[in-house]
């Protein structure tokens, strides 16, 4: 599926991770979904953009800023397809709903807490 957001969004996206980062805290897809105002379909629309920012921050081998955005539901993690995403570039390999998926996950967002992240271009 390709989806299309502008660059408004892109960049709204981009400053939305950075202030969570800079707070340390998370974000729901609800709350970006929220903020953000995409275009229908709106969670494919923003489940593309991060996986595109996860591919952008894989290639740079920086932590992965889409790590942030999480559930809802108790389990407090990324959804299932931001697992497989990062299993495909490499970073994370087992099933997205056991104690390995939530052990990388905290791990990676204190790496995103931590990173100095580059002004970011549009890409």
Do not use: N
Not at 74 to 95: D, Y
């Amino acid at each position: 599926m390709s989806v299309r957001i502008s660059r408004q969004q892109w960049d709204g996206l981009l400053s939305e991770l950075d202030h969570a980062r800079r707070q340390r805290h998370l974000l729901t897809y609800r709350a970006l979904l929220e903020r953000l105002q995409l275009p229908t379909p709106a969670m494919q629309t923003l489940t593309a953009a991060l996986e595109h920012l996860a591919v952008i921050d894989a290639k740079a081998d920086q932590p992965l800023r889409s790590s942030l955005v999480i559930s809802q539901g108790a389990s407090r993690l990324p959804r299932t397809g931001f697992f497989e995403c990062v299993e495909k570039l490499g970073r994370f390999s087992g099933p997205s709903d056991g104690v390995a998926a939530a052990s990388w996950h905290a791990s990676e967002v204190v790496r995103v807490f931590e990173y100095s992240y580059p002004e970011q271009c549009a890409s």
